[in-house]
């Protein structure tokens, strides 16, 4: 059971992400310091070290709160699926993860820029570490529903570049999945291709060409639906 203490700690440690993010959001990441947040917030920069040790652990934190964030709103959008449609569950996923990052680029840019530092590989699983596994983990999930119920075509493991097939074997030991690794291959594909595009599109490197990415993102996913045994379907006019 949670003290006075431990509540008013966590109401602190909650205003200065938030305070963290509305610094991001407006004035970009170089901005986001100690100093700043503190100014802020009315305390001390030396006042912040109570709640993290330095300005990288700071970063993480709101890392971890909006990966948080990114998957709680891909989940809601999985539920929104009709029951047992599949392949509509994977579009409305794809879609609600592009509709975010555009919401929220400079959030965008934080979680899928430059790794934020703050963790060396002996230290244990931090938050921020957690929330993005977290995220990573909805993508993986829904490519095992989709095997275990209407299992698509792959290539065989002799078939894979002998190179790559040693790294897709170490990547299905690490994330613990009984996948072929002419699945995991097709997951790399499919993510590849989406927060590529995502991130042409969010960082303006789209912009040469289409005033619009949106026709060329369902473009993209009416050609990957097909290569994982999916129906694919235009958005509502609304969406």
Sequence with gaps: MQTRRDRLRAATVREISETARRILV???????????????????APALYRYFGSHGELLRHLVGDLFTELTDDLHAAAKEAEPGDLGGKFLAVARR??????????????????PVRGRHEHEEVDFAEESARRFGWTFMALFLELWNKQPFPVVSDEEIDPALRSQLARYREEVGVDLPLGVIRQFLKC???????????????????????????ELMLSEIAPEVGLTYTPPPRDA
């Design 26 to 44: 407006a004035e970009g990441p170089e901005a986001v310091t100690l100093r700043a947040i503190a100014r802020e917030m009315g305390m001390t």
């Design 191 to 217: 993510w590849v291709r989406l927060q590529g595009g995502v991130s042409l599109d969010v960082f303006g490197h789209l912009e040469f060409a289409l005033d619009d990415a949106e026709p060329m993102f």
């Design 97 to 114: 993860f592009r509709r975010w990052a555009l919401a929220n680029p400079r959030e965008y840019g934080l979680l899928f820029g430059s």
